[in-house]
C-alpha cells in the first residue's frame, strides 16, 4: 500500500501562500527595474559625395606616323640595277636613290639625234633652193609655180626638225628617268623592289616618310566616335615613357570602318613632336569625354524606392540613415553619375543598403571624411 499524503496544517498553509506572494512581488519589482532592450546599430562602409565636373578620360593606344607618306616609283619600264637606299636611311630633295639600265634610252637618244641630223640636212636643202627661186623669180628667170613648190618644200622640212627636235627631247627626258631623284625629304619606311627585278611604270620602288609632319594613329570604337566632341585636343604620351608627351587635334577620320575589327582610323597630328616620338613608337592618347557636371558614386549604393533610384544618406549628428531618391546621369558596371538628389559632403552608405530601414543606426566603417 502506498503511503497517504500528508496533510498540511492551516499554519504551514499560510506560510505557503505568504511565501509564494512574497516571490511574485519580488519577481513583479525585478521586472519593473529592467531597461529596454537598445536599438540595433549596424555598422556601414560610406563615401563622402564629391562633386564632379563631368566628363570621363578614354585612353587608346596608337602609333607614330608620317603625315605625308609618298611613294617614289619609276616613269618608265626596265631593269632595276642599283638602288641606292635602304628602309631607315634619310633622303634629301634631288638625291639619287635608284637607276635603270639606261642602255635601251641611249639608244633611242642617239636614234632621235640622228634624225634631227637628217631632218635638219634636209631643212638646209629646202631652204636653198627656196632663196634661188626666190631670186630667179624675182628677174623673172622661174614661175610662180616653182617657186611655190619650193617654199612649200622648206616649209615641210622645217616641221620634219621640229618634230625632230621633239623626238630628241623625248628621248632625253626618257634617258633622265631612268634615275629616280626624290623629291621630298624624309626618312625611307618601305622598299617594293630588288636590284636585277624588270619593274613597270609607277611600281614603287621606295616609300618615304616625309619631315614635315607627324601623327598619331588610333583605331577608334564606333561608340567612342560618335561621343567624342568637335574638334577636341588631345594629351598623347610615349607609352615607355609618359614624360614624352605633347599634344595634338584630329586631322583625319577614316569614314569607312575596318573591315576586321569594326573600328575607325583615327589621325591625330601632333604638335611640335618631342624627339623621343620616332615613327613607329607606341603612344597612349586620352581624351575626356564631355557629360554633364554631377555626383560619382560607386554604384553598389544604388538602391530603388517606388520604382526610383535611391540612395541611403547618413545623417552625421544622429547616426541614423534616410532613403533619398536621385536622378541618374551616367552609370557603369562600377560607378553612377547622380545628376540630381545628394549634395558636395553628403554621406552615402555604399555596402549593406538592402538591410537597413529609416531611421535606423548605423556605425560608420570608413569612406567618409
Known sequence: MLPRPRRLSFVSRRRLCLSLLLGA???????????????????VRVVTVEHSAGGEVVSLTGTVQAETEVNLAFRIDGRLVERMVNVGDAVRA??????????????????????????????T????????????????????????????????????????????????????????????????????????EVVQPGRMIIQVARDEGRDAVFDVPPALKDQAPANPVIDVVLSSD???????????????????????????????????????????????????????????????????????VVDPANQTVALRTVELVRHDPGHVVVGA??????????????????GQKVRLLGGAR
Do not use: H, K
Request: with cysteine; proline share 7%; net charge neutral.
Open 25 to 43: 512581488a519580488m519577481l513583479a519589482g525585478c521586472d519593473g527595474d529592467t531597461p529596454p532592450p537598445q536599438p540595433e546599430v549596424r555598422p
Open 94 to 123: 634631288g638625291q639619287v636613290v635608284a637607276r635603270l639600265n639606261p642602255e635601251n634610252e641611249e639608244n633611242g637618244l642617239r636614234a632621235a639625234r640622228a634624225q634631227l641630223a637628217a631632218a635638219q640636212a634636209q631643212f
Open 125 to 196: 636643202e629646202a631652204a636653198n633652193n627656196y632663196w634661188r627661186q626666190s631670186e630667179l623669180l624675182r628677174d623673172g628667170w622661174t614661175t610662180r609655180v616653182r617657186y611655190d613648190q619650193a617654199a612649200q618644200a622648206r616649209q615641210t622640212a622645217q616641221s620634219a626638225v621640229d618634230a625632230a627636235q621633239a623626238q630628241v627631247g623625248i628621248a632625253e627626258t626618257r634617258l633622265g628617268y631612268t634615275e629616280l631623284v626624290s623629291d621630298v625629304n624624309g626618312r625611307v619606311t618601305a622598299r617594293g623592289a630588288e636590284p636585277g
Open 242 to 312: 609618359p614624360s614624352v608627351r605633347t599634344t595634338g587635334r584630329v586631322r583625319e577620320v577614316s569614314p569607312r570602318a575596318d573591315a576586321v575589327t569594326g573600328t575607325f582610323q583615327v589621325r591625330v597630328g601632333l604638335a611640335d613632336p618631342p624627339p623621343g616620338m620616332r615613327l613607329g613608337a607606341t603612344v597612349t592618347g586620352r581624351l575626356t569625354l564631355g557629360s554633364a557636371a554631377g555626383y560619382a558614386i560607386p554604384a553598389s549604393a544604388l538602391t530603388r524606392t517606388d520604382n526610383q533610384p535611391a540612395v541611403w
Open 341 to 358: 538628389g545628394l549634395a558636395a559632403g553628403d554621406i552615402v552608405v555604399t555596402a549593406g543598403v538592402q538591410a537597413l530601414r529609416p
